[in-house]
């Protein structure tokens, strides 16, 4: 069955410190992926996204992601996080036309 | 700037009641999606619509209804409310399947 796993629901960093969200997907084709990011009250904003090409990708907010077909995985990486990074942190597969799978979320936390 | 409204940011409502949530995009969308979301089970999609007059269950449909007339605009219905609606309510537009989502604020919904 196609899924997708964050395995950490909360982490915590200090301001200036590097992070790295994980993300493990099962799906049997070539995923769409994405990575979104939900501040407090607020919808989902898309943060970046893997179709095809080369594996490392960058987003908005300095933000980057690298696909690992071998892992399975997506994980979502930043230099160095700032307060305002704290948010939760949403991975995504794009599988059976027009369904989404979603993570269960990340909180980050950030530490001044 | 590209937009998803959602009619209410808040709303408090009675078991049985009647309730629609509605959903506004102006990107000219083909695909719009309804999602609940709930502490630590993340996103789970109730149903999604392709076209106008077109919609698909989704992976929780149950106790909802959809109507889509005209192609900005998608309404989620709760025939009679129950407590265990109670969530966070987000709708969703793409250009094409398995394209990036634009989220609306989101409504967060309570039946008492």
């Known amino acids: 069955a196609q899924s997708v796993t964050q395995p950490d629901i909360h982490i915590t960093v200090s301001e200036g410190a590097s992070l790295e969200l994980r993300c493990n997907y099962s799906?049997?084709?070539?995923?769409?992926l994405f990575w979104y990011v939900q501040s407090p009250g607020q919808g989902l904003q898309l943060l970046l996204k893997?179709?095809?090409?080369?594996?490392l990708v960058q987003g908005i907010k300095g933000f980057e992601a690298e696909f690992k077909r071998s892992q399975s995985s997506f994980n979502l990486r930043k230099p160095s996080v700032h307060w305002s990074d704290a948010a939760e942190y949403f991975c995504?597969?794009?599988?059976?036309?027009?369904?989404?799978?979603f993570g269960t979320g990340t909180r980050l936390k950030v530490l001044a | 700037d590209v937009k998803v409204t959602q009619s209410s940011r808040y709303l408090v409502k009675r078991t049985g009641e009647k309730v629609f949530l509605e959903c506004v995009q102006d990107?000219?969308?083909?695909?719009m999606f309804w999602y609940r979301q709930d502490p630590g089970l993340g996103l789970r999609l109730i149903y999604f619509?392709?076209?106008?007059?077109?919609?698909e269950k989704g992976d929780i449909p149950e106790g909802y209804s959809v109507s889509r007339e005209k192609k900005e605009r998608f309404s989620l219905i709760l025939e009679s409310a129950s407590t265990n609606q109670t969530s966070m309510y987000l709708c969703?537009?793409?250009?094409?399947?398995?394209?990036?989502?634009?989220f609306g604020p989101g409504t967060r919904l309570t039946v008492l």
């Open positions: 969703a537009s793409s250009r094409q399947a398995l394209d990036e989502q634009f």
């Open positions: 799906y049997g084709a070539t995923p769409y």
């Open positions: 893997y179709f095809s090409g080369d594996t």
């Open positions: 995504a597969v794009g599988a059976v036309t027009y369904k989404y799978i």
């Open positions: 990107m000219d969308h083909e695909n």
């Open positions: 619509s392709y076209d106008v007059k077109m919609k």
